[in-house]
Structures are given as C-alpha cells and as structure tokens.
C-alpha cells in the first residue's frame, strides 16, 4: 500500500510536477519503501526535531526536513486506508493503587 502510495506520486519530493517514474536510487538514505515508512512512522509517533531524525537515519537536517514533508501525506493516507483511528482515553484503564 505504501510502496504504491509513492510510486504513483505525481510530484516529487521537492513538490515539483514528476517527468520520470519515480524509483529508490542507488545512494538514497532508505534502501527499502519499509524504511521510508519507519521514518516517517518515528516522526509522526516521537516528534524529534529535524536534526535529531536526520541524525538517527544519517542524513542532514535539510534532507530529513524534505523526507519529511514528502512522505507525511503519504504515511497518513496508508494510517487512514488501514481504518487505523488512534487511541482514545476510553480504551485506557488508569489503576489507583489501594492505601
């Protein structure tokens, strides 16, 4: 779904109208669409600066901040297409410890 989800993006990661099918090349950060989805699953969950997600995947800030904002639609559309709604605090059960 998400492999989908990126390969039939119309734009490219600079929000540019895409000429070629896009593809993971060679030198790219992520060998796989499964760790495009671990970042962009770390991000949504941590909320780490920019820099610290560059740092924990080895790339610069302004490539993180790129990556970021190229795969969040992306990462939400696949979260909205699982049925996936969050959690709400009804589904949490908070035990007082008896004194």
Excluded at 48 to 54: A, D, F, M, R, S
Excluded at 65 to 84: E, R
Aim: hydrophobic share 30%; aromatic share 12%.
């Amino acid at each position: 779904m998400f492999k989908n989800e990126l390969l039939e993006s119309k734009q490219t990661q600079e929000g540019k109208e895409r000429v070629n099918k896009p593809t993971l090349y060679k030198n790219s950060p992520f060998s796989s669409t499964s760790d495009q989805l671990y970042f962009i699953l770390i991000y949504t969950k941590q909320y780490p600066t920019q820099t610290v997600q560059g740092q924990l995947f080895g790339i610069s800030q302004s490539k993180a901040n790129l990556w970021i904002h190229y795969l969040l639609p992306k990462g939400s559309t696949l979260l909205q297409d699982t049925g996936f709604q969050g959690f709400s605090p009804a589904d949490v059960l908070i035990l007082q410890p008896a004194n």
